[in-house]
């Protein structure tokens, strides 16, 4: 199969499991006891240092110049992630010196990217099924924000966080159409984009079920 041929046919197949990512077509959300804008924030918090972190400990492991580039663009970008959502809960009312979002340890989905080896598992996995990812779960965030009344923080997420994440996945095609250039690399890819997507899923169906989390933003 051609690169191109085989990244629309991932494409393809990510678009499809991200729908089951969706607790409804509409992504009304279902408000449950303290699920909040700023408790959910907390959680972003999490989300943008493990993306920050993954991507500089592949950073200074890869010899593909274009790669180290792309994921050095990463760094910066998830780091900043971290500081405007900062500023957000500090505006809220939350001093986010007093959050440990590190605090029970690196996530599922964490530990097993830092498990990848290969660049073309790590460009699959990371940058083109994980942010992608990110773009479901901030779409619905944004849904909750502007439903619970806080334009300020649909607002960062909307103009300033989400069109990042769009950004880091148009990379990993890119890079993915480079790489994915025969039958084992592309074996690969499409293992670690699955096994990414699967992990997602089964972290919303844990977060759903004992805290009725799913609009919990991405990264």
């Not at 089951?20 to 989300?47: F, H, I, Q, S, Y």
Request: glycine share 6%; proline share 5%.
């Amino acid at each position: 199969m051609s690169p191109e041929a085989f990244v629309e046919e991932l494409d393809a197949e990510v678009q499809a499991l991200l729908r089951g990512l969706e607790p409804d077509a509409t992504l009304r959300p279902e408000v449950e006891g303290a699920l909040n804008v700023p408790n959910l924030l907390k959680v972003a918090l999490k989300n943008e240092i493990e993306a920050t972190e993954i991507a500089a400990r592949w950073l200074v492991t890869t010899d593909d110049l274009q790669v180290k580039l792309a994921l050095a663009r990463q760094v910066g970008d998830e780091a900043r992630h971290y500081r405007l959502v900062a500023d957000r809960l500090r505006a809220l009312g939350l001093d986010p010196a007093t959050i440990d979002p590190l605090a029970a340890g690196w996530g599922p989905l964490f530990r097993y990217l830092d498990t990848l080896s290969s660049t073309v598992e790590r460009v699959a996995a990371g940058q083109f099924a994980r942010e992608a990812i990110a773009v479901v779960k901030n779409r619905q965030f944004i849904e909750f924000c502007e439903r619970a009344g806080d334009g300020e923080t649909a607002a960062l997420y909307r103009d300033t966080i989400e069109p990042d994440e769009r950004f880091h996945h148009e990379l990993g095609r890119r890079l993915l159409l480079r790489l994915a250039d025969g039958p084992r690399a592309q074996a690969a890819a499409r293992a670690a984009c699955r096994r990414t997507l699967a992990l997602a899923e089964e972290l919303q169906r844990t977060a759903l079920a004992t805290a009725g989390v799913h609009h919990a933003p991405g990264c």
